[in-house]
């Protein structure tokens, strides 16, 4: 017998209204490329004319498929955690993870349909003759994570351990592992994965104990992992110690880890558990042991970690873009419910506080936006050899990562919030961004981790704030002088502040503080800039408003017990609010 769902039935007259009338809508079912006005005129501010040209279908389609197909895939991979089986029924080791259908489809889209992982590592993808502009490919992943979180991890594992393997590899193991990891051809395919994490150690990876032994000219591994992200992933990168190297952070050198070795026999490692996780759940996360695994090394022995480094950039400003994503389905949600919902005999958006709530979910994802995009266009200057770009790309990747790790755990709670008692049930979207906001804050370094790299290395060792400085100061010189002057200050301000904690004693634990400043500093003048050249070109934007609005909320002083900025601000509030509605 076919279940027939029940009916609502009125009871007391004909035109009364469904109660679930009243329950409001979430974003699914909307094209999450068309709905975002902000980003067509950032990727309009810096991708190549012809690029943007050509990707926009694949752009929409994309925006399309994570608002509709990817988004119920998502919710259900979400539900169905992968199993780990040690053993088939005969009691033979294989160590294989059961994943549901739904995240195999997933994996499908992103690998074979559009090709992420071999976006920037060689030409050919969707039609493109070269590789793509890494604003490109992160306006993909901004798309793709609206809908799902936990395998853009692989996806990322995948793309820079490619990277990596393509830069330091010997001609052998390159040909072995490079063309299958960017192929998008699903019998040939070779996924990435990254092992860092042991129990010496997360953030100081100079207490690394993972031993590798030269046998007979091969690299075998001995010790364990404690944290891997995509746990059977087909090649997966990470430090070790060779015996008799000194020890700390020196000592360690890169390898690549097969899953299976090039005689076909499984390597010797074992998957010891998978991890239960708060959020991430679809994704599979474990424990290994390594008994004498064959690895190939990667580059100079003894400069392993600084070969790594390439990776945990390239996976932070990842992490900057997914947080950026994140925060959007936040705001797409929060919108869908103020929209639709009444309380009172109002609609919510009506309501000064809830306007005020709004506005604590849109500005932080607004400027992340802002600040992914031109960390994405210096990051394509500097792979064209920009020494300027190179050096804004050493303090901008962890100063994104930084900040929009931390903002997308308020955005989410703040999302939550709106959605009301829903926003708590796994029925709806809301509570899964919750759970997985907070990976941001671990994953490729901790805010700690990352302040201190913002300002005791990329300020104090290498003078990188004045290059991102002189970067906005050139960007601002385009835009009228009022607004140049307002915002070239500000970013001074934030520039002299972070050398002056770089520079005193003691001042470690202002680190945080000096690197929240320049994040909002930079991010308020890069807005200006964008609306600034909108307006210019008569086109509505509410950019300006926002940038004005990070000054007066992230930047000016407070006082606990005065009036609101933002309510005798009133019309600026609303400004930012239409224009994003």
Known sequence: MNFVPPVWVPTRHDNARNPSEHIAPDASGQNFYDIDPSLHHILDLYMDPAERAHFLPHMRRLGEIAGNELDALSREADRHQPILHLRDRYGRDEDRIEYHGSYKEMEKIAFFDFGFQAMTNRGGVMGWPEKLSFITKYAFQYLFVQAEFGL??????????????????????????????????????????????????????????????????????????????HTDGDVALLLARPEGAPEGSRGLALF????????????????????????????????????????????????????????????????????????????????????????????????????????????????????????????????????????????????????????????????METRGGNGYIEDWVNSRLVRDAHIGVLWEGTSNINALDIITRAVA??????????????????????????????????????????????SEHLCRKASSALYHATSAALMAWEGATAEAAGKTTNRVALAQLVEDTRLAPQDPFGSDDLGRAGALVDQALAASA
């Open 256 to 415: 690549a880890l097969p899953r299976v070795c090039p005689d076909g026999t499984r390597n010797r490692y074992r998957i010891a558990r998978l991890k239960e996780k708060m959020g991430t759940k679809s994704m599979a996360s474990g424990e290994l042991i390594f008994n004498g695994a064959l690895a190939h090394l990667l580059g100079d022995e003894s400069r392993g970690l600084k070969q790594m480094m390439d990776q945990v950039n390239l996976s932070r400003l990842s992490h900057g873009v997914r947080a950026a994503a994140m925060m959007q389905r936040c705001w797409n949600e929060a919108k869908a419910v103020a929209n639709n919902r009444r309380a009172f005999g109002k609609g919510l958006m009506e309501f000064p506080l809830l306007r005020r709530q709004l506005l604590d979910v849109l500005l932080p994802t607004a400027q992340s936006v802002s600040m992914f995009a031109y960390t994405a266009h210096m990051m394509d200057r500097a792979q064209k050899g920009e020494a300027a770009a190179q050096k804004q790309l050493r303090i901008m990747t962890p100063l994104l990562k930084y900040q929009t790790a931390r903002d997308n755990i308020a955005v989410a709670d703040a999302s």
């Open 461 to 506: 060792k290498e003078d990188a704030h004045r290059e991102l400085q002189e970067g906005i100061r050139e960007k601002l010189d385009e835009v009228p002088a009022q607004i140049r002057g307002r915002y070239q200050a500000l970013m001074d301000k934030a520039a002299d502040f972070a050398e002056r904690v770089a520079r005193e004693p003691d």
């Open 152 to 229: 853009m991890c692989p996806i990322s594992a995948t793309d820079t351990s490619a990277f990596l393997i393509n830069r330091y590899a010997d001609p052998e193991t390159h040909a072995r592992y490079f063309p299958r990891m960017t192929s998008t051809d699903p019998a040939d395919f070779l996924s990435g994965a990254q092992f860092m994490t042991e129990k010496s150690g997360g953030s100081d990876v100079g207490q690394i104990e993972l031993t590798a032994v030269n046998e007979g000219g091969e690299w075998r591994l001995y010790g364990e992992k404690w944290f891997c992200s």
